[in-house]
Structure formats: structure tokens, C-alpha cells
């Protein structure tokens, strides 16, 4: 998918408690703001949890930077519509200003819906249930939801197989998981002129671009986590710019910008920025001078194990060959 950035936001439309560990009340009040989880002990240094909580607040303070959320969150409420069931109690992470819960309202199948997000400024424009908490340490009783929406939040896990625990264990039996993050082809141009630009200025690189989980993986971390059926799908969106500051200035504003615990701290030196953005011209540019920016969106479906659930035939128990599925002659 091409899109040009101005024209993105159009485009994806047209595609259109309190407590650690406490059970959620039956009938809540209309809004949820529980205290910021600790963090786990002895936690995997990757990310800066609290870097991207800034990084969030301030995009909370900012609009038309949200298009890819847009988008990430029609296709996962699209996915409900293949799905001929309720589910009385779900779970949003990562909510940013309440998109899918908007969208669940208009297509209905969720009765009740709470938003969880690390930044309170993004809770305070949604509306109904909300808690701020991590996804690395969720504020929820086992068993507690029937489906948990997840729209490009994982990616900024410290421990992503824990993460993927945790899910599973607060979902009830054959609850469904329905989750999106950014996969490991994403951006790929801009670190490539990022590191190019900070050795021939700096003598020397850092890194600059998250590393993204690939989908090859991500299919054994849900299987280790205990989730049953999963299924994978990977969409790859490139937006253009009119230059690579333009798609820095786009990052910002999303939150999507560095975390990494082992990043260069302070101001990113103008010459660097200016040879990278030259460098991402000479390597990427269009025949229109834009330069393209690659997201691939990896799309998670997976269930809670439950007794009634689909199983797979034992080894050997077919009882019809390939040989005749095929119309081969034995």
C-alpha cells in the first residue's frame, strides 16, 4: 500500500481495577484511573518505559499524526466481524484517544470495553473505562476479559514473551487475542541513512531505530505463551514525504520516536540530521523527489486454550492420502 503523507488519514478512514491485580468491579463507574504498576523486578533493559511515556504525553498534545493507528485499529475491528460472537468484557491496550473503542461503537459486538494506556494524557480524551498501567505488568485478575484489542503498543516491550503471558492469562477460556505491532521491516530506509550519516559525521554510530520483532518469531512466542489457533498476517504500508525531516517530524508526533536505553542522549547534532536526510534522498528518492517510509504491520490472532476448541489430527490418524487429495495414482 502507497500512501502519500496528507493524504493517509483520508485514506485509512475510507477503510473504515484500581487495584495490582484485582478483579474488575461488576459495575464500574463510568471511568477507571488506576495507579501506575510498578515495574517487574529485574526487568529487560531494551526500552525505557518511562522515555516512552513522555514520548506518548506529548503526543497526546498533538493531532494528524495518527493515520497508521487508524488504520491498525479498522483492520483489527474488521477481524471482530469474522467472528460470530460476543464478548461481554474487553480489554483495549494501548488506546491512545479511544479510536477503537469509536469503532467497536459503530459496528457493535463488545458490550464493555476498558481502555488501558501507559499515557494519561491520551486517557483523559477517551471516554468510559480507563486505567493507566504497562503492558509488561497489567493491573488485571486472571480470567478477567473475553478479548484484548492491542494496536501498535508490543512493539515497546522490554519482554515481549512475558507480555504475550500475561495476555493469555488474562483471558478467559477461548477468549480471543487481537493484537498489531510494527514488524522488523519498518523503517528500514531511515536507519539505513541514520547509520550511514552518524559514522561519516561522528566517527561512530548508535542506535538510533527500534528493532522490530520479526513474524517468523512471533508465531513461537504465542505458542510459548499458551496461546492456542494462532494466525499471523503482515502488511506492508509505505508512506511518502517530501523529505526525511518531515517523516522525523511524523514519528514525533505519533510517540514512535527513540527509546532505546542504550541510545546517545541529547539533541541529535544538526549536521547529522542534515547529511542523514541528505544520504535517505540520494538512496530513496522518488522520480517526484519524496522519499518513501516503509511500515509493515504484523497482525497477531490468537485464542485462550479451551476444551472445545478445534484439535489437531494425531500423527498417522489421516485417513485419506495426499496421494488421492492430489488425483495421483497410488
Known amino acids: 500500500m502507497l500512501?502519500?503523507?496528507?493524504?493517509?488519514?483520508?485514506?485509512?478512514?475510507?477503510?473504515?481495577?484500581?487495584?495490582?491485580h484485582s478483579p474488575l468491579p461488576r459495575?464500574?463507574?463510568k471511568a477507571i484511573i488506576a495507579a501506575m504498576p510498578t515495574e517487574p523486578a529485574n526487568p529487560i533493559?531494551?526500552?525505557?518505559?518511562?522515555?516512552?511515556?513522555r514520548h506518548r504525553e506529548r503526543a497526546a498534545q498533538r493531532s494528524g499524526h495518527d493515520f497508521l493507528f487508524e488504520e491498525a485499529s479498522d483492520r483489527l475491528v474488521e477481524c471482530l466481524e469474522d467472528v460470530t460472537r460476543r464478548f461481554p468484557l474487553a480489554l483495549d491496550l494501548g488506546a491512545r484517544d479511544g479510536l477503537a473503542a469509536r469503532l467497536i461503537g459503530a459496528r457493535g459486538g463488545v458490550e464493555r470495553?476498558?481502555?488501558?494506556?501507559?499515557a494519561p494524557g491520551f486517557l483523559a480524551?477517551?471516554?468510559?473505562?480507563?486505567?493507566?498501567?504497562?503492558?509488561?505488568?497489567?493491573?488485571?485478575?486472571p480470567a478477567s476479559f473475553d478479548l484484548v484489542l492491542?494496536?501498535?503498543?508490543?512493539?515497546?516491550?522490554?519482554d515481549l514473551p512475558g507480555a504475550l503471558l500475561q495476555?493469555?492469562?488474562?483471558?478467559?477460556?477461548?477468549?480471543l487475542l487481537l493484537a498489531s505491532l510494527f514488524g522488523g521491516e519498518t523503517l528500514w530506509e531511515l536507519r539505513q541513512a541514520l547509520l550511514e550519516a552518524?559514522?561519516?559525521?561522528?566517527?561512530?554510530?548508535?542506535?538510533?531505530v527500534s528493532p522490530f520483532a520479526d513474524i517468523r518469531d512471533l508465531g513461537s512466542l504465542l505458542q510459548r505463551a499458551g496461546f492456542a489457533l494462532p494466525v499471523l498476517d503482515s502488511d506492508t504500508i509505505t508512506v511518502t514525504y517530501p523529505d526525511a525531516l518531515a517523516l522525523m517530524r511524523d514519528l514525533r508526533g505519533m510517540g514512535e520516536t527513540n527509546t532505546l536505553f542504550d541510545r546517545r542522549r541529547g539533541f541529535s547534532r544538526p549536521a547529522t540530521l542534515a547529511r542523514a536526510a541528505a544520504r535517505y534522498h540520494e538512496l530513496f528518492a522518488q522520480p517526484d523527489g519524496r522519499i518513501p517510509a516503509t511500515f509493515q504491520i504484523i497482525t497477531l490472532t490468537a485464542w485462550s486454550p479451551h476444551q472445545d476448541q478445534p484439535k489437531p489430527l494425531r500423527p498417522g490418524s489421516a485417513e485419506t492420502s495426499l496421494a488421492t487429495v492430489f488425483g495421483q495414482k497410488p
Open 198 to 208: 552518524e559514522a561519516e559525521t561522528e566517527g561512530g554510530a548508535s542506535p538510533r
Open 27 to 29: 459495575k464500574a463507574p
Open 167 to 175: 495476555l493469555r492469562q488474562v483471558l478467559k477460556p477461548d477468549g
Open 125 to 141: 480524551r477517551c471516554k468510559g473505562e480507563r486505567v493507566a498501567g504497562e503492558a509488561e505488568a497489567l493491573p488485571f485478575a
Open 45 to 53: 533493559r531494551i526500552f525505557d518505559p518511562a522515555s516512552l511515556r
Open 3 to 20: 500512501l502519500q503523507r496528507g493524504r493517509a488519514q483520508a485514506l485509512a478512514k475510507m477503510r473504515t481495577a484500581e487495584a495490582h
Open 113 to 118: 470495553l476498558v481502555q488501558l494506556d501507559p
Open 150 to 158: 492491542s494496536a501498535l503498543l508490543l512493539h515497546w516491550t522490554n
